[in-house]
């Protein structure tokens, strides 16, 4: 898949929300942690296990990856992007990304799943990074990127406010994500790194 790639069309998307948000005298690092608030909103819905929490889940995680999208579109539109700030994005979104698979843990009780999940996640993301610390470049490539991870988080929690019973293997579709993200996140690490390997 992977959503990163039309990162250009969110950014034509993006003017009345950093016009808004540069009225309202927020800074770039102001959206970061709405942004995270959300996250969090989300985890704490996911983890209700409710099927309107799962709903309100879903729409604080698309939320919040769309106002990860904003912060850095502000920054540019103020000119005042930077290393902290940018520093600051990514830490937060570590963070946001462990609150939500954390949610969706304790809502379904799949732990095992969601240590190997969450584990997954974690490594896609420090190969991003990593690979931009040693100066290959950025990577984003790969089976899973966060857009796709946010996509398919705010569908699932959609789907399981409407059916959460279990449809494979004792798994409802909760529990199906959290084994996606523990296979996928993984492979996905590994593909960034021999991508990033083949251009040393």
Known sequence: MTLDQYRSVADRLLGPWVRAAARLGLSPDQVSLLAFGAAVAAAGAFA????FFYALGAVCVLLNGWLDVVDGALARH???????????????????DIAIIAGFTVGTGAYALGFLAVTGVLMTSYMGTQIQAVGIGREYG??????????????VGLVAAVYAVPVVAGLNVVGLLLALFAAVGHLTAVQRFLGAWRDV
């Open 142 to 155: 790969g089976l899973l990127g966060r857009a796709d991870r946010l996509a398919l988080m705010g569908i």
């Open 48 to 51: 209700a296990g409710d099927p």
């Open 78 to 96: 103020l000119e005042i992007a930077s290393d902290g700030g940018d520093l600051l994005d990514h830490v937060l979104d570590r963070y946001a």
